[in-house]
């Protein structure tokens, strides 16, 4: 049969290699997870950029509009 020295070698070899497994199928997991939050990330930065684009299109018509009123004031001076 085996030897103390080997069956302890055996065992430890057990032991990596079920800590080996176990490493991996954690490895699989934080993968996953880096995948699923960088695609939330992307969602995120695409919604931040339609934001800002919608606040810029809001403040390019309250300029229009303004211009529009300061014009029209301009012309009604001059039909009183």
């Known amino acids: 049969m085996y030897g103390k ?3 302890e070698r055996m065992d430890n ?3 990596a290699n079920q800590e080996i497994d176990r490493l ?3 490895l699989a997991k934080l993968q996953v997870e880096l995948q699923e939050a960088t695609r939330e990330a992307e969602v995120s930065k695409r919604r931040r950029d339609w934001a800002f684009s919608e606040g810029d299109k809001v403040y390019c018509h309250r300029v229009t509009t303004q211009l529009q009123f300061t014009n029209i004031s301009y012309q009604l001076q001059f039909f009183i």
Do not use: A, E, G
Request: no cysteine; proline share 0%; aromatic share 0%.
């Open 13 to 15: 070899m057990d032991q």
């Open 24 to 26: 991996r199928k954690q």
């Open 5 to 7: 020295s080997q069956k």
